[in-house]
């Protein structure tokens, strides 16, 4: 079973930056494709950020324009998202998700495993 914890959440100011941790247990982190997801209140979960394997390929919701990004430490069985320029309407809870088939993917549906979340808020 894998497990995932978020961190690096909390309250940021409009154009300010926060960098989310989530490490991993259980399972070769290494294997595991990793994805971050959103949720903000009454909407749906959205993907953000997928990233490969090796970390050599990223993929991005397109509204992100920039703005964030998405790494990996397999060493320290971490993916994190760096997020800058944020605005308000970037508060949500943050998810990280894991696949067992080490790929890209877009759709939550596709992700065995989840972490807890944690929330992001952006004043103005």
């Known amino acids: 079973q894998v497990q995932l914890v978020e961190s690096g959440g909390g309250l940021v100011q409009a154009g300010g930056s926060m960098r989310l941790s989530c490490t991993t247990s259980?399972?070769?982190?290494?294997?595991?494709?990793m994805g971050w997801f959103r949720q903000a209140p009454g909407k749906e979960r959205e993907f953000v950020a997928a990233i490969s394997t090796g970390g050599i390929i990223p993929d991005y919701a397109g509204f992100l324009k920039g703005r964030f990004a998405i790494s990996r430490d397999n060493a320290k069985n971490t993916v994190y998202l760096q997020m800058n320029s944020l605005k308000p309407e970037d508060t949500a809870v943050y998810y990280c998700?894991?696949?067992?088939?080490?790929?890209?993917?877009?759709?939550?549906?596709?992700?065995?495993?989840w972490g807890q979340g944690t929330q992001v808020t952006v004043s103005s």
């Open positions: 259980g399972r070769t982190f290494s294997t595991l494709g």
């Open positions: 998700a894991a696949n067992s088939r080490g790929l890209v993917l877009r759709r939550g549906d596709d992700y065995d495993h």
